[in-house]
């Protein structure tokens, strides 16, 4: 669904990232890994079209992104749910509000958002924090209210990037069941992360790819996990 094809980027005429292949299929499970600083957002933002590459092709949805009106980027981009590390909320709208705000933005009626943000609230185990505000919410909290907001409009494609950054080991691994449990629905995942206990975690769960980014290229990591 989003392939990058011998991609480079780098920011403002410098090299960052040169030769990289990146393919994000229906029902594929993929973490990114590499140390601080390699580029892990910034291929992130590749995918999600909101940065174009500097060389090669980035294939969204079939579609070369270079080729693509701003309208159609709009519209590929409501098939992809991103979930932030710094996930940002409207800070003087409920929980439930927050979510719901990408249905409304797409058109949705209010009443149907609310029917389907009550549902993914109560998925993320937030049915009684609907009402909250975001301050009053945990870090683990947040980070699941994110999600619920990432995938409200049932994206195709789900890049996570450090999803369980600032969450302790319990919240990470409920956090990494939700993002299983997204996949098994056939969406694609990418979880950008250098927690490798989460990558283990994971392998019992689902059969999960490991990239690993660092000086510029990316390869697939090995056993040594
Ligand atoms: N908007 C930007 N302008 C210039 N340099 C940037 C920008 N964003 C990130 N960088 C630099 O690009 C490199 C990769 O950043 P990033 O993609 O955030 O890496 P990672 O997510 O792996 O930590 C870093 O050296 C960072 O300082
Ligand atoms: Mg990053």
Request: glycine share 10%; proline share 7%.
């Given at each position: 669904m989003i392939e990058l094809e011998d991609v480079a980027f780098g920011y403002g005429g410098s090299v960052l990232m040169t030769g990289i292949a990146l393919a994000l299929a229906p029902g594929s499970f993929q973490f990114l890994t590499g140390p601080s600083g390699a580029g892990k957002t910034t291929l992130l933002r590749l995918c999600s079209m909101?940065?174009?590459?500097?060389a090669g092709t980035a294939r969204v949805f079939g579609r070369d992104a270079a080729t693509m009106t701003r309208d159609e980027v709009a519209a590929a981009r409501r098939r992809i749910g991103v979930v932030h590390?710094?996930?940002?909320?409207?800070?003087?709208?409920?929980?439930a509000d927050n979510v719901a705000l990408p249905l409304l933005v797409a058109g949705r009626s209010r009443q149907a958002a609310d029917r389907d943000v009550a549902e993914l609230l109560a998925w993320v185990g937030l049915a009684?924090?609907?009402?909250?505000?975001?301050p009053a919410l945990s870090g683990g909290e947040r980070q699941r209210a994110a999600l619920a907001r990432a995938v409200v409009t049932s994206p195709d494609v789900i890049l996570a990037?450090?999803?369980?950054g600032n969450?302790?080991?319990?919240?990470s691994l409920r956090l990494l069941q939700l993002l299983v449990q997204l996949n098994r629905l056939g969406k694609a995942v990418l979880?950008?992360?250098?927690?490798?206990?989460?990558?283990?975690a994971a392998?019992?769960?689902v059969a999960a790819r490991v990239l690993r980014l660092?000086?510029?290229?990316?390869?697939?990591?090995?056993?040594?996990?």
């Open positions: 909101h940065l174009r590459p500097t590390q710094d996930c940002r909320f409207l800070d003087h709208l409920p929980v009684g924090q609907a009402g909250a505000l975001p990037d450090e999803p369980t969450l302790d080991w319990e919240m979880v950008a992360t250098h927690d490798l206990n989460l990558i283990r392998k019992g769960q660092s000086g510029g290229r990316i390869q697939q990591a090995g056993a040594e996990l």
